[in-house]
């Protein structure tokens, strides 16, 4: 695939910046990827810095939202001219679960029916936090918290399994 390149204005809705697509270059990203439907997993670079990012459909329209790792202040720099390249993204970004959290689940037949019928972004939400703890005692706390939570009793940052 050629590296599509080309030059847009910063824009915000709400308090998200992003900016638009040109149809010719989303074109080719659904014929690359096969996919029409948001998300579609994308790379490229924003002023010369790379990212890896999703092109969302929001109110019609396709966006490339733009976050602070990508351009740095963005929200302060509405208006502006970026230089931009995309492409489709084929690469795996799954994220493992961690070992301990996956063993605890599966010890359970209600923990693991209810971890699987999780909405994928929740059960990434979990793996993800998780993942990123930095001391064994703090991970096997909160793999405690979610166990208590995928069995329905308590609450873990808010939310409830129903």
Known sequence: MK?????????????NPFIFIPGEVLQEIFETSGKDKS????????????YQQNLMKYVGEWRLY????????????????????????NSDRSI?????LDQAIRE????????????????LELVRYINNLK???SIQRNIDKIIRHLKGETD???KRIN
């Open 3 to 15: 590296n599509n390149k080309f030059t847009a204005r910063l824009e915000i809705i709400g308090i």
């Open 39 to 50: 998300p579609i997993p994308v790379k490229g670079t924003v002023n010369g810095l790379k």
């Open 66 to 89: 733009v976050n602070l790792t990508m351009l740095k202040n963005s929200p302060k720099r509405i208006g502006e001219l970026l230089e931009v390249s995309i492409e489709y993204d």
């Open 96 to 100: 493992p679960i961690h070992p301990k």
């Open 108 to 123: 359970n037949p209600v923990t693991l029916h209810n971890f699987e019928n999780l909405i994928p972004s929740r059960r």
């Open 135 to 137: 001391t064994e005692e």
């Open 156 to 158: 873990f940052f808010g």
